[in-house]
């Protein structure tokens, strides 16, 4: 059984902190990193092994940081790091990419900039994909970083409130980072850029598969006005006890919504948007005056471009370039795990107790019905058009009268309103309610966004009083 | 005497054979390349080895396995793997470039967009030049992967009846592999793309050097319409009885036409070609539904864009991820065998049985007289023009009345159609039939690819009725 | 105190010796570069030790030369060899990339477009800087290859002639030569391309600081017309007595004035400059002709790009390729010496002699008086806005009236016209001569370029007649 790290919950709750134990011992045999004339030593773990970083967008912390840990691992890297120069210039797919570079290396780094491009990579890898950020879907390894920051700090991550600011659609860091904050029970505190809030599918991950709740604006705006959401996770007894229901107008322990453990600030990432924000958080020692930040520890996963001060970079609040530093012990151990260590492999995904049950995939050739509604999804890229099945979990949430779909590679949602059988070329428009869950996925079921799309593509309607086709 | 690949036909079959014996033994210490979790070992064969890889057009998979092959090997590589951040883009020639690197590494894998490129660089190299693939001359490392993969398949090469498709003009894989596939006795039947037909000296070189026999298109085409050439290599004494020549209708083996044992296909070189092909052929399982490709095993050099159907990947017959996987232990064996083998040293070229007899070398200033014809010759490139001097090969064949040349380089041909002395200034146009063959060519000679030329370039006519110049 | 390596003249004269004897060694173990087939030996010298190139300027030679040297170290490099695909391409300053880069890194490498570069990233580093090239201001290590030629070709500096052609304005490697020329006592011949003369900044530092005295022109025109300007660096002795002083006519030794022991060609920066010249002087066999070339060593940093005739290579005086193949024995020299010598570790700056007294330091924040007045010093660079302080040092000469100030990072000139109180907001213009010296700056001067400069930034005049404001 292969191990991919494509997003931070491929990694159990155990696992994040086997890695970061791991992690320790990394560091104290690199010495500290931030004081001059370290002496590194290096390891012969990975004597032999070959890391193949495949960065198909910019970078320079991320692709660095892994080649160093494998030479401090022993190892070494083969690096394509410009698509301008990879075969992807003559129009090569992702898919047969990866299958080839299996051949040379042991793992795989992969920075592309289509959402999902990990997974999809890791349908076709024969050794490990470690997702080095995909588009604006996710970047586990930065999560980790920034986890074994606050660890190294001494903050426990369960009831820390922790704002997370700026471009929350874009980030692929933020939507990592929320989700590992949710399964360790922190408070999540939002701070969007106007038009930058956290997309609609990760707000409901949030909310319904991590146990988030949203916390009612009243209950906190009087002291985190320009918060625009905040969430607990009240699985925790104490949390429960708390905030019985977002119905309920019930007092909330002020300690909730006051002190501010933590302000996580991301750049605006100009080569997602078209337009500068002008109301993009700028955060600055004026910013952190209040007392509620006096103990605030700044994480950014840089490079910033002006939304952070540098005027900051001496206070002791400040420890982003500490976070920058662990890059290397995180991502050395995150390799030996991987590459070494037989306990990693075979663990069940996410175990820890965020696992939702087993959802049925919904699994279709390409573009025979519904497709991802991401136009950044992985499925959307020409080059792998040959090489992409339509593929989706079927959840519950969503309208009524709508079958609610989550793409297995960018994760994001789609809903179903209509469905047919592709066998008979008939649809219907689910105005009856979604379809029966089922562990079987009937083989000639296919969904339509909507009735347009089902005659596009040159389905017959049924009636809309017959049963549903796929139970016809 | 310093080893260059530049060609595969710098290899003799004894060396190819050589290394195939060497690949075996490093494919087995790298374990199975396809299958998952495999271990791979490495040697410390070239310990303190430094490979160059000099790419100056885009790659991934020869430039990451000869890194690959390097490390494999227990040394390491310096890498140039954009022109644009190389002092190519200062205005640097590659003949400075080459002698330079040659102070820093022990062997240079180069990559360039020019014809013959690979030639000029083992002109001013002093370490082993491996041509990565030059314009559209040749890739012969890509060929030894092609020929062991039959090799690891069991298909032995003599009297195996190969089509090789699509780009069969600009493909650079497919000029090494024809020549590979004549000298080891294989039956070559053509299926180019419209326009894309093998270059004019290609095909005569495989005829007149490698003693390939063109089949008449009535004895195949009833089994074989796509392919519009068939070439059979007559050395045999089996095949010399069957095509006696090829004048005589006479009734031809029908094993010869039939069975296909390899579909080798090539895709279109959108990076050589201002349009696209609308005829281009694509491979698919309907394609291949026939009972003659029942045992077919299908190449490709990879990257593939179309050409070949990705739903014939799980086929048995589809073999190009395995020639794909071959790249690391043929390339150890390469570089292993070139850096440290004192037995590949010295060997003559191509002694196995193809070589024909030395040619004389006319050898000129830039731009004396004749130039080559191949304008994407590594010759026109204007940054090599101080290094550059025009050499060519004198050759047997040509139209009546002219000079057959082969370019050193690139290895295409030019019919010079008058001949000068370049201390008189004075031509002849060459009507009276081509120079008098001696391996002795007089200083003074120059050639004119026609009477123009020669004007344009100041030289004075003299009259038809007298001797040769060149014998004056 | 960790030790950068941003301009020649941060080694003394005896560590540059040091380096060369260091060198000496280690071009013993790696063979004769120029001899083929060499057997390269490599060291563990550097064993687990990581350099970083991060190069936002293409470059062959000098990032190739650090990497194999660092090979032959037994070291590791990681690379970033292309600013559109580093973190720079996303807007990250070059302070907050060195910063991250030390926690990977043993030591950086840097080639960057502005003047000054390595000079700010050496504030920011915790690793030592050496500076691979920084816009038109020093590429240190190319002297040191050069410098390191001679010595092999026994040719002592002392009194040795030289001349240095081509742009002589925007070559950094012409920059950092010529001031070791004049530390070492060599005469310095100048043959510029026109309009590319020396700037007057780097004159005025070979004249004041190293003591070079300029020869009056009439002493050596007859023999060298093509020379447009010689320094004679007359602290020793017998210079002394030979030149006692730039205005007297004395007859001059024809020894210094005839015979030229090098010839130092540089190439048209293209990159630098948007017109060619017309009058690059051009390097041949025909231009060496005079006796007084007769064993003239002709040095060229490489690449070229038509100012030094190919069919020169031959010549015996032509030694390009020997200082090419020094770069990596003289790499590895200095990198073994900063990583691993403590020797090399808390020694002043030019302690050889060369060092001029310590000067006080004006430091202001960004734009808060005058600015550098070179407009591509790293000050005036976008990105690193945040991240300037305007720093000068306070020197002596500039005209009567002004302050002359140097940048402390690109090391150009400019003279400040004006000076106020930043407290008092209230300025003077220095019509009655500069500011008194002082190793103590009054915490709230400010310098201007001129009155209208103070008049902007919204300071008020005051009269004349009273006291200097700093001192008011």
Known sequence: MLRHVTSINDLTNDEIERIFSHADAFL????????????????????????????????TRTRLSFETAMIRLGGQSISSADPATSSAAKGESLADTVRVVSNYA??????????GAARLAAEYASVPIINGGDGAHE?????????????????RLR??????????RGSRTIHSFVYALARFGANIMLMPAKGMELP???DERLREEFNCRAVPRQMYEDDNAAINALYVTPDMPHQLSLIPSVEVDAPVDLKIRKKIDVMYVTRFQKER???????YPRIDSNFLRESKYSDTAVLHPLPRVGELDVALDGDSRALYFHQASYGVPIRMALIDLLLTDPAMQGLDRYSGGFATSPRPMYNRPYAAGVRCANLNCIVHDPLERDYIRDKFWLMDGGPAGAQRLRCVYCESNVDAHAAGNMKKREFTVL??????RSSEIPAHLVFFRDRDEA????????SPRERHPSHA
Do not use: M
């Open 28 to 59: 104290a045999s690199l010495g500290d990193p931030l004081v001059r004339h370290r002496i590194a030593t290096s390891t012969d773990k990975a004597r032999g092994r070959i890391l193949a970083t495949l960065f198909h967008e910019p970078s």
């Open 106 to 115: 042991d793992a795989i780094v992969l920075r592309h900039p289509r959402d």
């Open 139 to 155: 970047h586990p390894t930065q999560t980790l970083c920034d986890l074994f920051t606050l660890r190294r700090e001494n903050k």
């Open 159 to 168: 009831n820390l409130n922790v704002v997370v600011s700026g471009d929350l």
């Open 200 to 202: 609609a599918h990760v």
């Open 273 to 279: 948007w078209a337009e500068a924000s002008a109301d």
């Open 431 to 436: 105005s009856v309610g979604p379809t029966e």
């Open 455 to 462: 005659l596009q593509q040159g389905y017959v309607e049924k």
